[in-house]
């Protein structure tokens, strides 16, 4: 793991790049606090909402955070980074909330562009919102079983225009088959929604569309990557070269989902 204050920095970009997904979209609104922030999406789906706390914080701190979601009537992930947990956990308990898993954030400084796999297929970066929407939003909605109209209204028109959101799709045969969003600020880039529904996982999509992304970005001058892992991606990360910067723990209203995904 990384030193505490390095660690902080990482998370804080993290809950940059969430405020930055919901920004393009339907209803979304934002909530920050110089301890955290709390996203709406404009969706009812418990994994389109969230709070990030990226530092130590009061239980004041954190209620605010949580209640900028529950008092607008929706549910979402509550996240906190590992060093908040003793303070907070309790305080996430007495809210009704339960724990919900936990996931690496991964941090990736490059000196060189991964390898491409060998893979007998093309990568784009999309700039079309149609393509967004009728290619790249399905595979994330079927990859994360999320709604694909929330999906979809969670980015819209906007992402035409060069707003620090990009977009990647991998296709086989003219077939969309795996994707990536990211997410810049300055020379650090968030990767999200790394996604391959299961009848294309094992066949290199996801290497080549993650590949493409990083070194997209190296050439304008990235030097530093991250991205809260699930269970399905993480030997990936490792393979490329990510390693851990802290630990995000995750609270929900119950019943739990085990598996926070990230928006």
């Not at 990482?10 to 110089?34: C, D, K």
């Not at 990736?108 to 796999?117: E, R, T």
Request: aromatic fraction near 8%; glycine fraction near 10%.
């Amino acid at each position: 793991m990384m030193a505490a204050g390095a660690a902080e920095d990482v998370a804080r970009l993290y809950g940059w790049g969430l405020a930055l997904t919901v920004s393009f979209g339907q209803g979304g609104e934002i909530l920050w606090t110089p301890v955290g922030v709390a996203t709406l999406s404009g969706s009812d789906a418990p994994g389109l909402n969230s709070s990030l706390v990226w530092s130590a914080a009061s239980p004041a701190d954190y209620e605010r955070l949580v209640g900028f979601i529950h008092d607008r009537g929706r549910t979402g992930n509550h996240v906190m980074v590992q060093n908040a947990v003793e303070t907070l956990a309790p305080h996430a308990l007495r809210q009704g909330l339960v724990p919900a898993g936990s996931m690496p954030l991964l941090v990736l400084k490059p000196q060189q562009p991964p390898p491409m796999p060998d893979w007998d297929g093309e990568v784009e970066r999309v700039h079309r919102w149609e393509t967004v929407r009728d290619e790249a939003t399905p595979l994330v909605s079927e990859a994360f079983d999320l709604p694909l109209e929330a999906m979809r209204a969670l980015v819209g028109p906007l992402t035409a225009a060069d707003c620090g959101l990009d977009v990647f799709v991998a296709r086989r045969g003219g077939v969309a088959v795996s994707t990536v969003y990211t997410t810049r600020q300055g020379g650090a880039v968030g990767i999200w929604n790394l996604a391959t529904p299961p009848r294309w996982q094992r066949q290199g999509a996801g290497r080549a569309v993650l590949a493409t992304a990083i070194a997209h970005h190296m050439a304008s001058g990235a030097r530093l990557f991250y991205l809260s892992a699930t269970r399905a991606g993480i030997s990936l990360y490792i393979r490329l070269g990510f390693v851990p910067a802290t630990t995000l723990v995750a609270w929900s209203l119950p019943p739990a989902v085990q598996t926070p995904v990230s928006p």
